[in-house]
């Protein structure tokens, strides 16, 4: 089991950065990906925004096309955290925002077995 707890998000202009952030319980996080996806709300498209798995080394780390050069993630397994720092935001990366975790990565981009309770990231233009 693993539980998440999620942080951080909120409203900025076009242009801005914002950071959420999302500490894990439970067994050893560092065994799972851990990461982001959004979901408009009412829509059932859902998009993986960025995932982490381990220390992030190589091959460890994925980003979404949409938010490729913008978005950075990072985690420290010693505290059981991941952040996502979300620079030159777009009014389209308006969405709720939920953490996620899965043992696998198709699981994690396709249903993770665990998500938080979400946070709006609301950009206006």
């Known amino acids: 089991q693993v539980q998440l707890a999620q942080s951080g998000g909120g409203s900025v202009q076009a242009g801005g950065s914002l950071t959420v952030s999302c500490a894990a319980s439970?067994?050893?996080?560092?065994?799972?990906?851990l990461g982001w996806f959004r979901q408009v709300p009412g829509k059932e498209e859902r998009e993986a925004v960025a995932?982490?798995?381990?220390?992030?080394?190589?091959?460890?780390?994925w980003y979404g096309d949409s938010v490729k050069g913008r978005f950075t993630i990072t985690r420290n397994n010693a505290k059981n955290t991941v952040s996502l720092r979300m620079d030159r935001l777009k009014p389209g990366d308006t969405s709720m925002y939920y953490c996620?975790?899965?043992?696998?990565?198709?699981?994690?981009?396709?249903?993770?077995?665990?998500r938080s309770q979400g946070t709006q990231v609301t950009v206006s233009s």
């Open positions: 995932g982490i798995y381990g220390s992030g080394g190589s091959g460890n780390i």
């Open positions: 439970g067994t050893p996080a560092s065994e799972y990906w």
């Open positions: 996620a975790a899965a043992r696998t990565f198709v699981e994690w981009v396709r249903r993770p077995t665990y």
